[in-house]
């Protein structure tokens, strides 16, 4: 039995506030953080809410009716999302992710990717604009998102038997649904979809080769992830981590496979391939084969609040200033100098002694986005 924890949302949504130097200096992409590590890559969660509770993420004990989400005045605005990304890209982020919760659930979502998808990146290109959604509305919404100018999507998945699927996500959704938003994805002309299956030992890890002989020759990428310890409500514990190399093991055994390189540095998930050419899956293994160091992520929570890491437990406070009349260049500063001071990588320390390793109260996945 989970114990009743009410997960970390500083009250207000005020996280600390972000400081800006007396002497502002020119938005670049050269910033760094003490770790040597670029600003690349945003994710933004559009809302707290999800149609699923998904055990790993969303635990229905927890995430009840009582639940305190946010209201609507709460969140980020279409037009304060488009003035933050704006500024972001000026500081060489190339790569949005919009997230949740359950990112289509947020009314109207294409009017926001039309408006993401008129902004560039410093070098003059469009910014790579990719979702990551429980599939469950996509036949409604994929065409609108591919016409509002979306590039990409990946798709949560964690088994292909609806007993075990309904497991995982915990509100009785069948699998069908999902795998028909898959089809519809692929009628909207979304290519190069991805598929994440969160592996849990002992509830469906024996779903990983179905899984893998569906998709294989697809033309969609399975990506399997190591359960982990987001947030402080899905009561992770070790045992239930199936090591990355494990489940290769056991594709590997049926499907030979083998490991390829890298799209760029940063990339989150470890690409492998059919050695037949049937196409790639991947892996994300943050608790046995950690990427802190390529990690050139940062994420806005649904209310506007700046986390540095997935497993941070504090955030800083960007609704406020969006909110007042400070000036672009000004809010560039306060990212820059916040970025500047960043020493996040916590997948590298879990589990040791050191400072931050395993902080109790890390703010939920659901509230910042995966
Ligand atoms: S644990 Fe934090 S710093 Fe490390 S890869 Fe994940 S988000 Fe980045």
Redesign the pocket.
């Known amino acids: 039995m989970v114990e009743k924890v009410i997960p970390i949302r500083l009250d207000e949504g005020k996280g600390l506030t972000p400081s800006i130097p007396g002497q502002l200096i020119a938005a670049n992409t050269s910033t760094k953080d003490t770790r040597g590590r670029p600003l690349r890559d945003l994710r933004i969660s559009v809302t707290d809410r999800c149609n699923f509770r998904c055990t790993y993420c969303m635990p229905k004990e927890i995430f009840d009716k009582d639940y305190p989400y946010l209201s609507h005045s709460d969140l980020l605005s279409f037009e304060e999302i488009t003035r933050l990304t704006t500024i972001f890209a000026t500081l060489g982020v190339e790569k949005i992710r919009l997230t949740g919760g359950e990112p289509l659930l947020r009314k109207n979502l294409e009017v926001l990717v039309e408006m993401l998808s008129k902004i560039r990146t410093v070098a003059g290109k469009p910014l790579d604009l990719t979702l990551t959604t429980n599939g469950s509305i996509l036949r409604k919404k994929a065409a609108a998102l591919k016409a509002a100018g979306l590039h990409r999507l990946t798709i949560s998945l964690d088994g292909l038997n609806d007993d075990i699927f309904k497991k995982m996500n915990d509100v009785d959704f069948p699998v069908t649904d999902v795998l028909d938003g898959i089809a519809a994805a692929q009628e909207a002309g979304f290519t190069n979809l991805k598929v994440n299956m969160v592996v849990k030992k002992g509830t469906n890890d024996q779903e990983i080769i179905g899984m893998a002989k569906h998709f294989k020759g697809s033309g969609v990428t399975l990506r399997f992830i190591e359960f982990m310890d987001v947030g402080s409500s899905n009561g992770w514990d070790m045992s239930q981590v199936l090591p990355s190399q494990e489940v290769a093991n056991r594709i590997n055994a049926i499907f030979p496979i083998e490991p390829i390189e890298a799209n760029y540095p940063g990339e989150v998930a470890q690409r492998w391939r059919y050695v037949d050419g049937s196409g790639e899956i991947g892996f994300i293994s943050?608790v046995t084969q950690?990427?802190?160091h390529e990690?050139t992520?940062a994420r806005i929570s649904t209310d506007g609040q700046l986390y540095l890491?997935?497993?941070a437990n504090e955030g800083f406070d960007f609704k406020t200033l969006l909110r007042s009349d400070r000036s672009d260049l000004e809010i560039a500063n306060a990212i820059m100098s916040t970025w500047s001071a960043r020493n996040?990588?916590?997948?590298?320390i879990r589990g040791s002694n050191t400072a931050g390793s395993n902080s109790s109260r890390k703010v939920e996945m659901s509230y910042i986005g995966g």
């Open positions: 943050s950690t990427f802190c990690c992520r890491c997935l497993f996040d990588h916590y997948s590298e």
